[in-house]
């Protein structure tokens, strides 16, 4: 029996963390939802309104033999811009807010260990500013927001947006997909 552990990351539009994440080798599923906010079982339009505090978030399930949080993280870095507050491109809002939810005290120290570490190697000109915060609660987003991309390949927003972003990261990161 394969033992697998939960990951919870906040990137902007959950649509484009979920379509990165669904290619990463050792990842068993991907879930868009809310999390990190003040209302049970917001629902997207209350979410994208501000008014309930959550942000846009994934949860993975990952099997820590094939793949580490600490790699799950070394792509979160790469696959979104972490130093812009509450926004990613033209997505503004809290509920875009880079952010990363720990499981347990391990994940809470490798996430500031992993947070510093890239602040510190230059690889951003700002300084990142993603929160890290215990986790609490996840809200499964509506069934149309999940495997949007997948879903949804031709949309505007897919093809401008998560499609680039896709292709940049699977240049990058070609030994870590699962096709």
Not at 119 to 139: C, H, K, M, N
Request: net charge neutral.
């Amino acid at each position: 029996m394969t033992q697998t552990e939960i990951a919870t990351l906040g990137g902007g539009c959950f649509w484009c963390v979920e379509a990165i994440y669904q290619q990463v080798k050792g990842v068993k599923s991907v879930v868009s939802g809310y999390a990190g906010g003040r209302v049970r079982n917001p629902a997207y339009r209350e979410v994208c309104a501000g008014t309930t505090g959550h942000a846009e978030v994934i949860q993975i399930v990952f099997d820590p033999s094939e793949i580490s949080f600490e790699d799950i993280l070394y792509i979160f870095w790469r696959t979104h811009d972490p130093t812009t507050l509450n926004r990613q491109g033209a997505d503004i809002g809290t509920q875009y807010r880079s952010t990363i939810l720990y499981h347990d005290p391990q994940q809470k120290q490798i996430a500031e260990r992993s947070k510093k570490e890239t602040d510190a190697s230059g690889l951003w000109p700002d300084r990142i500013v993603t929160e890290i915060g215990p986790f609490d609660a996840f809200y499964p987003a509506e069934d149309y927001h999940q495997n949007y991309y997948r879903n949804n390949p031709r949309q505007p927003y897919c093809v401008m947006v998560i499609d680039p972003k896709v292709q940049k990261f699977k240049k990058a990161f070609a030994q870590k997909l699962t096709t």
